[in-house]
């Protein structure tokens, strides 16, 4: 079985193609600038890369053209669309209604639609790319991926807000967490590596991207997690501010004459590391480099940064009441040894971790990178949010299934 993944973001489309009975990666790329100038596709195939420049003014129109290079003859994966078996999509947020992966038909389209409002940066776009790919590819199968269905098992005292009741009744207002198939995929492989038994054990997962948050993963459940009612929630992020005292939101409103909506961007789009180096950068190399000549701007930021994630790991450490092992992931967290060196052995030695600063240097590779005597392993494990959607949309369609729980 042959299956395309994709992850539409705002502007940008991320794809992987996959030959599913090898788990191969056929080909892949990032569309990006979608529907503004200069928008273009970087597709590679092993180490061939093309760059495609050209207008594309939708997910639509983007897609098309990704469909073209996917049954390229020199960089695509097959020769023909009729060998495309099905499309997994990544959709951010699923509510409390899908606790798992599902079939995409009406019924899901329309809760995916009714969802929007809880997750407005990111499900219209997701949805964007579902609409296309029925379009372009009538007749295959469409499974969604949602990023909360693997917090949806998390207890009460974790999800509920100390708000009045009503406004969860009415709205849904809870902790719904994201990034769910990325601590999914790290958790069971931190295990796996570790020879834990996935449902007796306690493993910490540190998703460190643009979007950045950790997850306590308690015998094969996230039991809670750092993202909230949005991805805004938690953590220090790129441009996103994570935890503040809520009544800043109307302070600013009242103080500066803006609206909601105007804070509301602030706080995703201006805050984070950007927002505390003044507009500097929200690329973590760009403030770890600086920071590591002696920038004090960009080290008190990185040190802002590092602290939001220790004060989560701990937090974390006490929800489970222990902790087996800890497991960075995405960008910062697969590449940055300085960051995981500074939290860990600044904040985290009463755990009795010890890191071996020869096997912490590394990037992008899974390994251990704690001592053979520290009490807790730490470890760099990659993502794969791509072959986790993919297994799912596999396992989905080949049983004929609704829906799948996890
Ligand atoms: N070598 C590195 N050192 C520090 N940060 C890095 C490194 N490589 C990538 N990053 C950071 O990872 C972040 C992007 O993470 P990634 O998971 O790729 O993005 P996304 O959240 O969009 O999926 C950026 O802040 C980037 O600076
Ligand atoms: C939910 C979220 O923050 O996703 P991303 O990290 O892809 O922005
Ligand atoms: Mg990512």
Do not use: W
């Amino acid at each position: 079985m042959r299956v395309l993944v994709v992850n539409c973001g705002s502007s940008s489309i991320k794809y992987q193609f996959l030959d599913m009975d090898t788990e191969q990666v056929l080909c892949k790329g990032l569309a990006e600038r979608i529907g503004i100038p200069g928008s273009r596709i970087v597709h590679k195939k092993d180490d061939q890369k093309v760059v495609v420049e050209r207008p594309m003014k939708d997910h639509e129109d983007a897609l098309k053209y990704v469909l073209e290079l996917v049954v390229d003859e020199k960089v695509g994966g097959v020769k023909d669309l009729s060998e495309i078996d099905a499309v997994g999509h990544r959709v951010v947020h699923g509510g409390e209604k899908f606790s798992g992966s599902v079939l995409i038909d009406d019924e899901v389209m329309r809760a995916l639609e009714e969802y929007s409002y809880l997750a407005p940066l990111h499900n219209p776009p997701n949805i964007m790319g579902i609409r296309a790919m029925m379009k372009l590819l009538p007749g295959v199968p469409n499974v969604a991926v949602f990023d909360t269905a693997f917090h949806s098992k998390m207890p009460a005292k974790a999800y509920l807000y100390a708000i009045p009741y009503e406004y969860y009744k009415k709205y849904k207002i809870r902790r719904y967490g994201f990034h769910g198939t990325s601590h999914r995929y790290v958790s069971r492989r931190t295990a796996e590596i570790l020879g834990l038994d996935y449902h007796k054990s306690k493993i910490i997962t540190v998703h460190l991207g643009n979007g950045a948050s950790i997850a306590a993963v308690m015998n094969g459940h996230s039991i809670d997690t750092s993202m909230g009612f949005t991805p805004l929630e938690g953590l220090v992020m790129g441009t996103r501010s994570g935890d503040i005292d809520p009544s800043i939101v109307t302070f600013l409103m009242e103080k500066e004459g803006l609206t909601a909506e105007e804070v509301y961007t602030i706080l995703n789009k201006k805050s984070g590391v950007l927002g505390l180096t003044d507009g500097f950068s929200s690329d973590m190399r760009d403030i770890e480099d600086k920071a590591l000549e002696g920038d004090p701007v960009c080290r008190l930021a990185l040190d802002i940064y590092e602290y939001r994630i220790a004060k989560y790991i701990g937090a974390y450490v006490a929800a489970m009441n222990g902790v087996d092992a800890i497991a960075f992931t995405a960008g910062v967290g697969e590449n940055s040894p300085v960051t995981r060196k500074e939290v860990c052995e600044n904040y985290l030695g009463y755990l009795g971790i010890k890191i071996d600063d020869e096997k912490n240097n590394i990037k992008g590779e899974e390994r251990i990178i704690t001592t053979p005597d520290s009490k807790v392993k730490v470890l760099v494990v990659p993502t794969n949010e791509e072959l986790m959607i993919a297994r799912d949309t596999k396992e989905i369609v080949e049983k004929g299934l609704k829906q799948l729980e996890y």
